[in-house]
Structures are given as C-alpha cells and as structure tokens.
C-alpha cells in the first residue's frame, strides 16, 4: 500500500527558505500515470494546492506562489522535496503530499500524506 | 484560475439526515470536479471522483453529479464519522483549486 510521509522544519524565520521532504514508500514515484503534488492549508483555512512534479521532473507550480517555489523528486531515495524562498507569516501552515491519479481520463488526488505543520515565525 | 465557490459554508444536521453540498465553477469543467472528506487534524481522503465515480472502499451512502457548472455531493444517511468538511476540487486545469469547503455539524 503506498504510503506518503512528510518532513522537514517545523519552525523557519521570515525571510528564509522553507525545506520539506515527502518519502513515498510501497510504490515508486517513477510509475507512470501519477504525478507528486504538495498541497496547504493555512490554520482554520481551506486547500491550496502548491505544485507537482511529473513525467520524469516536469514541473508546474500555481502562480500565486510567485516564483517562490520549487519542486524536485529522487528517485534513488523515493523522494519528493518542496522549497519554498523568502517565506512570510502568511505560509505558515500545514503542508501535505499527494498523489495526483492521472491514469484514466479525470483526474484526482487519491493518496495523501499525514501532512507537517510549518510555522513561520522570528 | 477556474475559480469553485462551495455553498454552504456550514450546515447542521442530525444522523441519519440527508445533505447537499454544492460546488459551482466559473467556467465549464465538463465533470473534471473531485470530493473530498476530511476530518479533524487529518489529510483530507477521496470520496467521489469525476463528479459521480464512488473512490473504491467509500461508502455507497455518498454520490455526486454534476451539471453545467454545478456539482452536488449528497450524503443520504449521515453517520458519525461523517461530521467533518467536505471539499470540492477541480481537476480541469492547473492551477488545480479547491471549494472554501463545508463543515458538517452536528444539530
């Protein structure tokens, strides 16, 4: 059974680069059909989705990150990372993996991880 | 962006009880709209893909359609485990969005 399973800094002042890392274990992140998304949720608030990497590190990430974000898989390791540059308050929250399900003609989001909460603050 | 605006933002209700949750796009999204349960202090998990396809082990007492810009999620027998928020997502076009979501509580 695949399994998602985030880390990283809990804690990132202003300013800086948020780092996380999602394991992905019982399956490999080089099946085709999938793609690796990080998605947020501010405290109280509803889901943002981040970006995804896919078809072996094609990327694409939602404008309103602007330019800030990255995403990068590897493979040796079954690892999907996330930075996130110049982080403010606003970012803190709670980042999730998830696996978006690309297989047949709609497409979903059908795994995901227990999620890690960032807080952003001096 | 395909913008999705999710009505009601709450809603109380007892077990047993039948609900409704809607999903309006701002553009045609065909039946590219997914939902979503998720509880208290954890990852939200697929209940309905492509607006009406039940995920595997997802109870039957979940459904959805869809028409026109609009999606329906119902509930037709609420259960404990259902008193959560609920949210809809589109999956027509990145950036992929999400409905500002419903909570479900209990009367």
């Known amino acids: 059974q695949l399994q998602l399973q985030e880390s990283g800094s809990g804690l990132v002042k202003p300013s800086q680069t948020l780092s996380l890392t999602c394991a992905v274990s019982g399956g490999s992140i080089s099946s085709g059909g999938y793609s690796w998304n990080w998605i947020r949720q501010a405290p109280g608030q509803g889901l943002e989705w981040i970006g995804y990497i896919y078809n072996g590190g094609r990327t694409d990430y939602n404008p309103s990150l602007k330019g800030r974000v990255s995403i990068s898989e590897d493979r040796s390791k079954s690892q999907i990372s996330l930075t996130l540059r110049s982080v403010t308050a606003a970012d803190t929250a709670v980042y999730f993996c998830?696996?978006?399900?690309?297989?047949?003609?709609?497409?979903?989001?059908?795994?995901w991880g227990r999620g890690t909460l960032v807080t952003v603050s001096s | 962006d395909v913008q999705v605006t999710q009505s009601p933002s709450s809603l109380s209700a007892s077990v047993g009880d039948s609900v409704t949750i809607t999903c309006r796009a701002s553009q045609s999204i065909i039946s590219n709209v997914n939902w979503y349960r998720q509880k208290p202090g954890k990852a939200p998990e697929l209940l309905i893909y492509s607006a009406s396809r039940l995920q595997s082990g997802v109870p039957s007492r979940f459904s959805g359609s869809a028409s026109g810009t609009d999606s329906t999620l119902t509930i037709s027998s609420l259960q404990l485990e259902d008193f959560a928020t609920y949210y809809c997502?589109?999956?027509?076009?990145?950036?992929?969005?999400f409905g500002q979501g419903t909570r479900v509580e209990i009367k």
């Open positions: 997502q589109q999956s027509y076009s990145t950036p992929w969005t």
């Open positions: 998830a696996r978006l399900n690309e297989l047949g003609t709609y497409w979903y989001f059908d795994v």
